[in-house]
């Protein structure tokens, strides 16, 4: 009896677990990421704007005619090292034609729970930083940033509905302001993908 016992636990415990891989697999590591053709938004993305981690007022409109990567960060995350390929992706492509703006977020794990100095300093020390970061947001629930609201909501991008699942999920958008890819914390900064789109392939 024992046995039968212990046997049907372990089944429960596998089956769990198999299960938390799959959400897991889903929100961070793959699952259904999105690209899209050209399409029209339904408001503009050049109009939004946001604070950047020193305090200032951060305008999309000088964004009009660049390339743009928007990816949620985080201090203590499994993905943090990807700071160091973003930078790399900023020192190859950045300063031009294409920007990355990192939005720090504390929703996933509590996984960046410091201050603007805090992540502005972890940032340069441990990854040289110098691509632009933006003030800690939220970027979903009831408090989900603009800029955020506009890449998760259709109606607002014209694209698609997303909902971002983890830290360093990427968002691209392209030069005239079009949504034209989502893709999950996994994605390689330096992969052919997002490298192409950096140097405008």
């Not at 743009?68 to 492509?93: D, F, M």
């Not at 929703?107 to 960046?112: A, K």
């Not at 909902?163 to 949504?179: I, P």
Request: proline share 3%; glycine share 12%; with cysteine.
């Amino acid at each position: 009896m024992k046995r039968i016992i212990m046997s049907t636990l372990l089944a429960c415990v596998s089956l769990f677990g198999l299960a938390a891989f799959g959400v897991l697999k889903g929100n961070i590591l793959g699952g259904a990421e999105a690209r899209y053709p050209i399409t029209t938004a339904m408001s503009e993305f050049h109009s939004l704007s946001a604070t950047t981690l020193d305090g200032d007022v951060f305008d999309f409109a000088q964004l009009k005619g660049k390339r743009v990567l928007i990816v949620n960060t985080a201090s203590r995350c499994g993905y943090t090292p990807q700071y160091k390929k973003l930078q790399a992706l900023h020192e190859q492509h950045g300063g031009g034609e294409f920007v990355i703006l990192g939005f720090p977020c504390n929703q996933f794990g509590r996984q960046e729970p410091g201050s603007a100095r805090e992540i502005g300093d972890f940032c340069s020390k441990n990854y040289g930083v110098t691509f632009q970061m933006m003030e800690k947001v939220e970027v979903r629930g009831s408090d989900q940033h603009p800029v955020y609201n506009w890449l998760c909501n259709a109606s607002e991008n014209g694209a698609g509905d997303h909902s971002v699942g983890w830290n360093f999920h990427k968002f691209l958008v392209d030069a005239e302001g079009h949504l034209v890819a989502s893709l999950k914390s996994g994605a390689d900064p330096l992969g052919t993908e997002i490298a192409g789109f950096a140097a405008g392939r």
